[in-house]
């Protein structure tokens, strides 16, 4: 124990719990959503399955005026994302020079007195999504592009040899760049998470519990995921 960082020692035993769940909770929801057995699957996956039938219906249509409209819309959203998260970046970094304020403000919240070590350690690990979550959102603005640019080469003629196998490869390109952002979204959702431990270990804890439940939720006991499973047929579509 003499051999470890005299820093570490100003981290208590509940602080090293509440970020290793709360590094769990960030990549095992990435490993389970995106690896959900296909007798449940997640909202994610059944959104790609979406995704490439809309690649197959595009072949056919004409005009294609909706499905540029719709990538538009995908690559707006990824940049919002994207700058509000370059924003927040800039935002907790401007903290790490006003630290003073921080541990005042954190000390009205929490009990005891905290090294400055520590404040900055809190705040790097927000930093840490921040930047994963910019990272994932701009990627996946560029793979919408990629997209947009596959579905641009798909031969207007439907019966076109290569018509269909370049709709495939767009589709693929745009479950990446979903995949993409989706993983940003999570990188906030801890990140907001990661603020909790501004108020102590305790709170942090309790906020990645917290953000465990509301991914799961989502991605495997929503309304929205119920209404994905429902079978394609007349019935459900004549139902009052």
């Known amino acids: 124990m003499d051999a470890l960082p005299p820093e570490l ?8 719990v509440g970020v290793l769940l709360l590094l769990g909770v960030w990549i095992g929801m990435t490993l389970l959503i995106e690896n959900a057995p296909r007798r449940w699957p997640s909202t994610s996956n059944l959104m790609a399955d979406y995704r490439r039938e809309w690649m197959v219906q ?24 994207a700058s ?3 924003i927040a970046i800039g935002g907790a970094l401007a903290l790490l020079g006003d630290l003073e304020r921080v541990i005042g403000l954190a000390g009205d919240l929490s009990a005891g ?3 400055i070590i520590v404040w900055e350690v809190k705040i790097l690990l927000i930093v840490l999504f921040l930047v994963n979550g910019f990272l994932k959102f701009v990627w996946s603005n560029r793979l919408f592009g990629y997209c947009a640019v596959l579905m641009g080469a798909v031969p207007n003629q439907p019966d076109h040899s290569a018509a269909l196998p370049r709709a495939r490869k767009a589709a693929e390109i745009n479950i990446t760049a979903a995949r993409g952002f989706n993983r940003g979204l999570r990188a906030l959702y801890c990140a907001l998470a990661a603020t909790a431990w501004l108020l102590g270990a ?11 439940l509301v991914l799961l939720r989502r991605e495997f006991a929503s309304a929205s995921r119920a209404v994905l499973m429902q079978p394609d047929t007349a019935e459900n579509h004549t139902q009052t």
């Open 9 to 16: 020692s100003h981290f208590t035993l509940p602080d090293l």
């Open 58 to 81: 595009f072949v056919d249509r004409d005009p294609r005026i909706f499905d540029s409209q719709v990538i538009g819309q995908l690559r707006q959203g990824t940049s919002f994302f």
């Open 84 to 86: 509000a998260t370059l």
């Open 113 to 115: 007195q905290r090294p």
């Open 202 to 212: 305790y709170a942090l804890i309790t906020a990645a519990t917290i953000t465990a």
